[in-house]
């Protein structure tokens, strides 16, 4: 019947062991290959106690989820320094290594390995928020693999693993993972975070594959050197960051600004710039957002933009060098000519300079709550603002005066005088004049130089014969047939008017393409079938100009 009362323990020693396997039926396994380290155990009174590990250490650590023909998670050792556990559940930690890490799936690669993984500086606090000074990574590989579908099946088979040892039901509705607030914290029991320093060092690489393109698209991205600050739920302004990486070995990209996508904020700002990037890995993309191949080429980027309450607005001056395109998807291509109003060949050449180079100033901006914001918005605002309107301002710069009378005629072949996307200013001819005016000298002069400036351009040359016409020979041809002995009868006169008409025409067409062939290679100027154009009182003899 004796009562002893225990005021204080303590209990001080070393630790070790090799070969320990764990065990919870039909969810996980886990194998340690040896352990080592200092724990002491000490409480005051019988209320509170902490467990302070100055130092453990462990070695060939394997985890696998029950039922699975791969290991989960590997990693060759774990260092610990200094952990502290308060009954409060309050934890710090000094620093934590984590050496060979490995993220299994089920095949060839894993989903991430990491040389070294070191934590410093963890604090939970009163199982409501934790704090973390530092995370870095050391020469990491990062396998992205998307299936035929677009979805990241592997992280999908990860994640239906954990809920599956965790005892959680799946999830639904598509996985959605929300960012979470501080201001939702307390109301969600999320815990609230903060990490001050994120950073990568050594080599990096986060290897893509897409099997939802056509072929299917790959890409090595090397991040050399990364570093974010102050970022997690509890931060409230937006977070600095610094990149530099290549890209499928020649690629560079320089990235930096502060950006915070987390605890709530919703802006930031940033500039980049892209360069060296090989067009013809990007095909499989071009033929689904295009319908064109990427025969070859070069890109340059120097990207900047602001993002407010989660609106984008962004400039991007985009230098392509030595483009070539081929069509391969006619419906795709089709839709894309139809927003440019010209196929993508004209617009190419249009804007190629001397050295086969397109500068473009291509502004962005776009909510990012929008379901139309994405990649097939970006590649429309590409084509709108970018390449047709470059191309138009082109035009009416090399053509001024001129260029105001230039029309698009879209894609649509009963909207075209010449069967071109674009038509320019035609050139005019007096009524039943096959000589050129000298007056239009001037205009086709300044055409000569836009062609020579732009070889990749073709011209269709488009003649038509009109009423007036008709009027003045008909009048030339009855002042003829009064002289002849057997003159033409009605339809006769007919006829032979009808063939000057039409020689009148050709003759037109003939005349300005002598004109341009002095100073511009025959081969890039197109006759077209002569028209007569005799039932529109308002027509005019002329020679319409395509490209």
């Excluded at 191949?293 to 962004?314: C, P, V």
Aim: charged fraction near 20%; aromatic fraction near 6%; hydrophobic fraction near 40%.
């Amino acid at each position: 019947g004796t009562r002893v009362e225990q005021q204080s323990l303590a209990m001080e020693g070393e630790i070790g062991a090799t070969a320990l396997a764990f065990a919870q039926p039909q969810r996980l396994n886990a194998q340690l290959g040896s352990i080592s380290g200092r724990v002491q155990l000490s409480s005051a009174d019988r209320v509170t106690f902490a467990v302070q590990v100055p130092a453990l250490s462990a070695r060939t650590v394997n985890v696998d989820a029950a039922q699975q023909d791969y290991p989960l998670l590997a990693l060759a050792a774990l260092e610990l320094e200094s952990l502290s556990l308060q009954e409060s559940m309050d934890l710090e930690l000094e620093v934590l290594r984590l050496n060979g890490l490995s993220l299994a799936r089920a095949g060839d690669n894993p989903l991430a390995t990491v040389g070294q993984a070191q934590l410093s500086g963890l604090k939970y606090q009163n199982g409501q928020q934790a704090l973390l000074s530092d995370l870095l990574l050391n020469d990491s590989r990062t396998w992205i693999r998307l299936d035929s579908e677009g979805q990241p099946a592997d992280i999908a088979a990860l994640q239906a693993v954990l809920e599956e040892m965790s005892g959680a039901s799946p999830a639904t509705g598509g996985g959605e993972i929300r960012p979470a607030s501080s201001d939702s914290n307390a109301s969600t029991g999320a815990i609230a975070w903060q990490l001050d320093r994120l950073a990568l060092e050594g080599s990096n690489h986060v290897l893509f594959e897409d099997g939802s393109t056509d072929p299917a698209f790959a890409a090595d991205v090397d991040i050399k050197h990364f570093q974010a600050r102050d970022f997690g739920s509890l931060n409230k302004a937006p977070s600095p960051f610094e990149l530099k990486a290549t890209i499928n070995q020649f690629a560079e990209l320089d990235a930096n600004g502060a950006v915070n996508l987390i605890g709530g904020v919703r802006n930031g700002q940033w500039q980049a710039t892209l360069s060296g990037v090989e067009l013809p890995a990007l095909s499989p993309y071009s033929i689904r957002y295009t319908g064109y191949y990427l025969n070859s080429g070069q890109l340059y980027l120097e990207a900047q933009g602001t993002l407010t309450d989660r609106e984008i607005d962004g400039t991007n001056k985009v230098r392509l060098n030595r483009v070539a395109v081929d069509r391969v998807d006619a419906d795709q291509s089709a839709e894309l000519s139809q927003q440019l109003a010209m196929p993508l060949e004209t617009a190419l050449a249009l804007l190629q300079d001397d050295d086969q180079n397109i500068e473009l100033d291509v502004p962005v901006s776009g909510s990012l709550d929008s379901p139309d914001f994405g990649y097939q918005s970006v590649i429309n605002i590409i084509a709108e603002k970018g390449l047709k309107s470059a191309a138009m301002g082109f035009l009416t710069s090399a053509l001024q005066p001129y260029g105001t009378l230039i029309t698009l005629a879209g894609m649509a072949a009963d909207a075209s005088k010449t069967g071109s996307a674009i038509e320019l200013a035609p050139v005019e001819f007096a009524p039943g004049v096959a000589e050129l005016d000298p007056r239009s000298h001037d205009y086709l002069d300044k055409i000569t130089a836009m062609l020579n400036e732009r070889e990749g351009l073709r011209l269709n040359l488009c003649a038509q014969a009109v009423l007036r016409d008709r009027v003045v020979l008909q009048s030339t041809l009855v002042e003829e047939q009064s002289t002849r002995e057997a003159p033409l009868d009605t339809a006769g006169l007919e006829a032979e008017l009808k063939k000057r008409l039409q020689s009148l025409a050709d003759n037109r067409a003939a005349s300005v393409k002598s004109y341009l062939g002095s100073r511009v290679e025959g081969d890039r100027l197109f006759l077209c079938f002569s028209k007569l154009e005799l039932a529109e009182a308002e027509a005019k003899p002329v020679v319409f100009l395509g490209l």
